[in-house]
């Protein structure tokens, strides 16, 4: 093989020495072993109906004319029936790349049976699976058996595998150039293995050429991780298998390489009618689901676009069916959304109310909906009620948003599903859905957290501060009134009333025990809150009047050592200090002179009880007096002073 830029893959047999021979040549990019892929498919019955065709919505592009009628189309594969009744129209010719070519013995070093399709060309299918593939790409849509996505598109053979299902690199890799070479719009290459640079180039080669490349991710779930090439090429669109419910095929490999999902569990399409007596069986695979994508590429390629703008349509209208990336890529193939002559379904999405609210009353609906195509006042925006008769919406030109008044008084409270339906001029519809919770039943406000803390002061009263948080579902709290009772005495303190409103409120409010201050009485504080109908809650808690007994610590001068020179006044301080409350905090020495200002000090922090030090002051200064003091954590303090 020779590309356009001069670069060359030889296939050929070497010894051992003139292979590590060239290895060392500066002109020879890499030298590998010419290993296979596989076609991947895993299992089969007699089912006849394309559920796939159908869950993609291909079936109503055919009904709108849209048949991939121009686009060609290669399945580099094992090869396709040329005289299928549901493919002869389409197939145009093709190429066999193969070790053994249609016809040719099977089995040897692949060790599988002998097929005995016909073979009417080197090229025709002689295992099953190509024409498999290549009817979902494109069967005719004849009014019997099966149906493909595109249903006129050209079909070619390009038979890279050979009747086990297997196939060289070199092959593969041939058969991608191939379909560059002859101008071909798509090629899909449902098969699959380790990496090869033979296939990378040719891959690379291809995608500057134009060629749109689809494949099949594999076969090796569950996994996370584990895309198979040429899949994985950054070049080539990976296309995982999913399930009629959309759930990801347990066999289906998954990464972050996959780019679209497609159905590919239990799809029935076509076969040699030597394998079954109707033309048709029933496969799984990645192998499965990547020719829906290769037919919706065709539609695209049959309306004009270039292989980047296939790649960007079918990324843009894939439906997101709720898998990880890694599983759907950009999401589920929507071969009517891609095949719309690029007018694109229009977006719709919900504003107010938002999945999960509890609602009551009326609510305002919002439906944000635009269109790429159609200016945004001018869709068709619709909603229903548990899939009831459909609500119209006027466009508000202030908010942007599609709205309307819903009375959620008329439905039973609970759950209930809103579904908006925007249609834009082309016909083209998109849905978007919310489940709500109605409660218009009115609730009673609770009060949520009560607590009361004594706040001490130089009076006679007993003072306490209350803080409480109050709520209401139906968001119309009105007041709360709060209440101080003396249990000890059995008689009404003092009461105050707050003013709230909304759902929530909180705050923090004084009663007072008038001459209560040091009674050590006990009190409730009782709270009802009260909203807009007269609906109640209530809360309370109890607490005791406790008086302040701190006591002040002690300070004490146990020795004083003159240490003074000429020049400065110095002495050594032995202090103590002591409190009864055990909440010692500190401990300043100082030297003050004859006006009572401080020369020199030392402080020193200290706890609990008792402590013991000694510190030395000093000054230039003449010094008279020495002041040991000691405070406690509450402020409180003592001192003892020695002249000197």
Not at 373 to 382: A, F, G, K, P, R
Not at 445 to 466: G, I, R, Y
Not at 480 to 496: H, I, K, N, P, Q
Request: proline share 3%; glycine share 10%.
């Amino acid at each position: 093989m020779e590309w356009d830029d001069g670069k060359k893959t030889i296939t050929a047999q070497f010894p051992d020495a003139a292979l590590e021979a060239l290895r060392k040549r500066s002109d020879v990019r890499y030298v590998e072993a010419d290993g296979e892929m596989h076609a991947i498919s895993i299992d089969s019955d007699d089912s006849e109906v394309p559920w796939g065709v159908d869950r993609v919505d291909a079936e109503k592009i055919h009904t709108a004319g849209e048949t991939g009628s121009g686009a060609d189309i290669a399945i580099l594969d094992t090869g396709l029936d040329s005289d299928h009744p549901d493919l002869a129209d389409n197939v145009v010719g093709g190429r066999c790349f193969a070790d053994e070519c249609c016809g040719e013995a099977t089995g040897g070093i692949f060790g599988c049976d002998d097929n005995t399709n016909d073979c009417n060309n080197a090229w025709d299918d002689d295992n099953d699976h190509g024409t498999h593939v290549g009817g979902s790409a494109d069967a005719l849509d004849n009014g019997a058996d099966v149906v493909g996505v595109s249903t006129e598109a050209n079909l070619y053979a390009g038979k890279v595998l050979n009747g086990c299902g297997s196939g060289s690199y070199s092959a593969i890799a041939a058969g991608i150039e191939w379909a560059a070479d002859q101008g071909h719009d798509v090629a899909n290459m449902s098969l699959g293995g380790d990496k090869s640079s033979a296939v990378e180039d040719a891959v690379q080669y291809a995608a500057g050429k134009g060629l749109t490349m689809v494949a099949a991710a594999g076969n090796d779930g569950p996994c996370t991780d584990c895309v198979g090439y040429p899949a994985a090429e950054p070049e080539v669109i990976a296309v995982s298998a999913t399930t009629k419910d959309d759930q990801l095929a347990d066999f289906s490999s998954q990464g972050p390489e996959v780019e679209l999902a497609a159905p590919g569990k239990d799809i029935p399409s076509t076969v040699p009618p030597e394998s079954s007596s109707d033309g048709t069986a029933t496969y799984s695979g990645t192998s499965m689901a990547s020719p829906h994508v290769a037919g919706g590429a065709g539609q695209l390629a049959a309306d004009g676009l270039s292989r980047s703008e296939i790649r960007t349509e079918l990324r843009e209208t894939a439906e997101d069916i709720g898998l990880a990336d890694n599983e759907q890529g950009y999401g589920l193939l929507d071969a009517e959304a891609a095949a719309s002559s690029g007018d694109a379904a229009p977006s719709v999405s919900w504003v107010n109310p938002s999945d999960g609210e509890t609602v009551s009353g009326t609510v305002t609906v919002q439906i944000d909906a635009g269109d790429s195509e159609d200016s945004d006042d001018s869709l068709d925006v619709t909603y229903s009620v548990d899939g009831g008769s459909d609500r119209s919406t006027s466009y508000n030109s202030t908010s942007g948003y599609y709205e309307d008044s819903w009375d959620t008084t008329g439905v039973s409270d609970g759950d209930h599903t809103l579904e908006a339906t925007a249609t834009d001029s082309a016909g083209n519809t998109s849905s978007s859905s919310i489940t709500v919770t109605t409660d218009n039943a009115e609730a009673a406000p609770t009060v949520d957290s009560l607590s009361a803390s004594e706040v001490e002061t130089d009076d006679s009263d007993a003072e306490f501060d209350v803080s409480w948080e109050v709520s209401d579902g139906d968001g119309d709290l009105s007041s709360l009134d709060l209440s101080l009772t003396d249990d000890t005495d059995a008689e009404s303190e003092d009461s105050a009333t707050v003013d709230v409103s909304g759902d929530t409120a909180s705050g923090t409010t004084r009663l007072v025990a008038a001459g209560d201050d040091g009674s050590g009485n006990s009190y409730t504080v009782d709270a009802t809150v009260t909203d807009a109908n007269g609906n109640t809650g209530t809360g309370s808690t109890t607490l005791s009047e406790t008086e302040n007994t701190n006591s002040a610590p002690s300070a004490s001068i146990d020795g004083l050592n003159n240490k003074s020179n000429p020049r400065w006044d110095r002495y050594e301080v032995d202090w103590s200090a002591s409190d009864a409350d055990g909440n010692l905090d500190t401990v300043v020495v100082e030297m003050l002179d004859s006006s009572g200002t401080t020369l020199d000090s030392v402080s020193n922090d200290v706890s609990g009880s008792s402590a013991a030090g000694a510190d030395e002051v000093r000054s230039k200064s003449n010094g008279v007096e020495i002041v040991v003091t000691a405070t406690d954590t509450d402020g409180a303090s003592g001192s003892d002073s020695r002249s000197i």
